[in-house]
C-alpha cells in the first residue's frame, strides 16, 4: 500500500525536473549533431540535463526549454586542448531549434553553429 501511494508522489516529482515545450513547439530532447563522428553535438535528456562533446572536450549541464528556445543552464566542460578542432560548442549558453536543426547561440545571442537533428 506505501509502495502505491509513494509512486504518484516520485512521478509527480520527476515532472519537475525537466521543462516541457509549449503546445505545438518540437522537444529538444535527443541527439542533436554528432555525424560525422567526433562532430559537435549535444544530446538532451528528458531530466532536464545534457551531455555533449565539441570534437574535443566533454561537457554537461542542465537545460529548460521555452516554446522553440532551449536554455542551458551551469555547463561544466574539460579544458583539453586540441589542435585543429573548433570548440565553438563550449560557448553555448543558448539554442533555438529550427526545424530538422538547433541553432546554437552565444551569451551575446551571436549564432555560433547548428546541429542537425538525429
Given at each position: 500500500m506505501?509502495a502505491l501511494?509513494?509512486?504518484p508522489?516520485a512521478?509527480l ?6 521543462s516541457?515545450?509549449e ?6 530532447v535527443?541527439?542533436?549533431g ?6 559537435p553535438e549535444l544530446?538532451?535528456?528528458?531530466a532536464?540535463?545534457?551531455t ?9 549541464g542542465?537545460w529548460?526549454?521555452?516554446g522553440e ?14 589542435d ?7 560557448l553555448?549558453?543558448?539554442?533555438k ?10 551569451k ?11
Amino acid at each position: 500500500m506505501t509502495a502505491l501511494l509513494m509512486l504518484p508522489l516520485a512521478l509527480l516529482a520527476l515532472a519537475g525536473c525537466g521543462s516541457t515545450p509549449e503546445a505545438g513547439a518540437k522537444s529538444v530532447v535527443g541527439q542533436w549533431g554528432g555525424v560525422p563522428e567526433q562532430s559537435p553535438e549535444l544530446d538532451f535528456a528528458e531530466a532536464g540535463t545534457f551531455t555533449g562533446n565539441d570534437g574535443c572536450n566533454s561537457m554537461n549541464g542542465s537545460w529548460t526549454q521555452e516554446g522553440e528556445t532551449v536554455t542551458l543552464g551551469a555547463t561544466a566542460t574539460t579544458l583539453m586542448a586540441c589542435d585543429g578542432v573548433d570548440t565553438w560548442l563550449s560557448l553555448a549558453t543558448t539554442a533555438k531549434i529550427d526545424g530538422a536543426n538547433l541553432n546554437v547561440f552565444n551569451k551575446d545571442g551571436q549564432q555560433i553553429g547548428v546541429l542537425a537533428g538525429q
